[in-house]
């Protein structure tokens, strides 16, 4: 994958603008994590899943797609990912690993009824984005000599996606009668959303590439990506002892 520029042996510095696009951007993200949980599903959708049984296909696609476009953990995470992917076929290849990790656990949790604690799996997303922010400055090459195989990370990433969403499911004690189609149609929304969101972050990052100020604040981006990853995690891990 592509790493940031090395200038003068190090990592490329920043500059008072750049820390200042970073600052905006942190504001932006620890605002929205202090009026929305991760993996959360509205009070309304939560009543309407505790309520239905049967079959509801278009109602669970419609559900999958929202949770995607509105989960910030997701998009945040999505976007560490693809910030130095030009190549579509890259893109591609990052993006199915991503979407065959969380898909596998979140069918899977919620068919077998394995949950894991939301705060402790929350916890564990926020540091995924804090990872893939590392791994995007060339942290771990510096610190441990190797670059770690971003393919599995993703995958394994993935995975624990999947279980946080899969936890939140368990909790609202879906009707067993029409399970299986029901999920399997939540999961396809899920990808929709997934596509969704993907779309307008690479529309975002295509402009932004064209721009000289791009490698400038590439730095900056990442820190603030990783500065959000520890918040989120932060804020999981209070609610987890706030809660017991």
Same mark, same amino acid.
């Given at each position: 994958?592509?790493?940031?520029?090395?200038?003068?042996?190090?990592?490329?510095?920043?500059?008072?603008?750049?820390?200042?696009?970073?600052?905006?951007?942190?504001?932006?993200?620890?605002?929205?994590?202090?009026?929305?949980?991760?993996?959360?599903?509205?009070?309304?959708?939560?009543?309407?899943?505790?309520?239905?049984?049967?079959?509801?296909?278009?109602?669970?696609?419609?559900?999958?797609?929202?949770?995607?476009?509105?989960?910030?953990?997701?998009?945040?995470?999505?976007?560490?990912?693809?910030?130095?992917?030009?190549?579509?076929?890259?893109?591609?290849?990052?993006?199915?690993?991503?979407? &065959?990790?969380?898909?596998?656990?979140?069918?899977?949790?919620?068919? @077998? !009824? +394995? /949950?894991?604690?939301?705060?402790?799996?929350? %916890?564990?997303?926020?540091?995924?984005?804090?990872?893939?922010?590392?791994?995007?400055?060339?942290?771990?090459?510096?610190?441990?000599?190797?670059?770690?195989?971003?393919?599995?990370?993703?995958?394994?990433?993935?995975?624990?996606?999947?279980?946080?969403?899969?936890?939140?499911?368990?909790?609202?004690? &879906?009707?067993?009668?029409?399970?299986?189609?029901?999920?399997?149609? @939540? !999961? +396809? /929304?899920?990808?929709?959303?997934?596509?969704? %969101?993907?779309?307008?972050?690479?529309?975002?990052?295509?402009?932004?590439?064209?721009?000289?100020?791009?490698?400038?604040?590439?730095?900056?981006?990442?820190?603030?990506?990783?500065?959000?990853?520890?918040?989120?995690?932060?804020?999981?891990?209070?609610?987890?002892?706030?809660?017991?």
């Amino acid at each position: 994958m592509t790493a940031l520029p090395q200038r003068g042996g190090g990592i490329a510095a920043c500059d008072p603008r750049s820390l200042a696009l970073a600052a905006a951007v942190l504001l932006s993200l620890v605002v929205a994590s202090g009026s929305a949980y991760a993996h959360a599903v509205a009070e309304g959708d939560k009543g309407y899943i505790q309520e239905i049984s049967g079959l509801h296909l278009l109602s669970f696609i419609y559900l999958g797609a929202k949770h995607m476009v509105t989960g910030y953990d997701h998009i945040l995470f999505l976007l560490g990912v693809i910030f130095f992917l030009y190549r579509m076929q890259h893109i591609a290849i990052y993006v199915s690993l991503f979407a &065959i990790g969380h898909s596998t656990t979140m069918l899977l949790g919620v068919y @077998f !009824n +394995v /949950g894991i604690n939301s705060y402790i799996i929350d %916890a564990i997303i926020g540091l995924s984005v804090v990872y893939k922010a590392l791994d995007n400055i060339s942290a771990f090459q510096r610190w441990l000599g190797f670059q770690p195989n971003t393919k599995v990370a993703t995958l394994l990433f993935g995975f624990f996606h999947g279980f946080g969403l899969s936890t939140k499911i368990i909790e609202y004690e &879906i009707s067993p009668d029409g399970l299986v189609p029901n999920l399997l149609a @939540f !999961n +396809v /929304g899920v990808e929709i959303g997934q596509l969704l %969101a993907l779309g307008a972050i690479l529309i975002v990052m295509s402009y932004w590439r064209l721009k000289p100020s791009f490698w400038r604040h590439a730095y900056s981006a990442n820190v603030a990506m990783m500065t959000a990853g520890f918040v989120l995690t932060g804020y999981q891990i209070a609610g987890f002892f706030v809660s017991a």
